[in-house]
């Protein structure tokens, strides 16, 4: 019950960050970062939207491409903050969220194939 309360709230928050990040558009944010911030929490949230939503909790393989998705958005962020100043360093916020909860997801619902070499 826990565990499904925590990824329901994972899947809003990765929601309101992708919503959120395309803002940065009006707001005058460097692209690198809002093209980073929404490869981070887009990723993640594909993922979710392609396993149909919440009612599948266990990939039958670990799904690197979204580790390598959000990782790429990270390294962005990085580079736009490097870039453009640190005044930009809250873009860092998104990846770290996005890419933390990811782990935590994948910690708590290990994939099918991980399950069986056990």
């Not at 899947?11 to 809002?34: D, E, K, M, N, Y």
């Not at 490869?39 to 979710?48: C, V």
């Not at 958005?73 to 909860?101: K, N």
């Amino acid at each position: 019950m826990l565990k499904s309360i925590a990824l329901i709230a994972y899947w809003a928050v990765l929601t309101v960050i992708w919503l959120g990040s395309w803002a940065g558009f009006w707001l005058g944010s460097p692209v690198l970062a809002i093209l980073g911030s929404l490869l981070a929490s887009g990723a993640p949230l594909l993922f979710f939207i392609q396993h149909g939503g919440l009612r599948m909790h266990r990939a039958q393989a670990h799904p690197v491409w979204v580790s390598v998705v959000s990782g790429l958005g990270a390294v962005l962020v990085m580079v736009a903050i490097y870039r453009f100043g640190d005044q930009h360093t809250v873009w860092m916020v998104s990846p770290l969220i996005s890419l933390a909860g990811w782990m935590a997801y994948l910690k708590a619902f290990p994939s099918a194939a991980h399950v069986a070499d056990d």
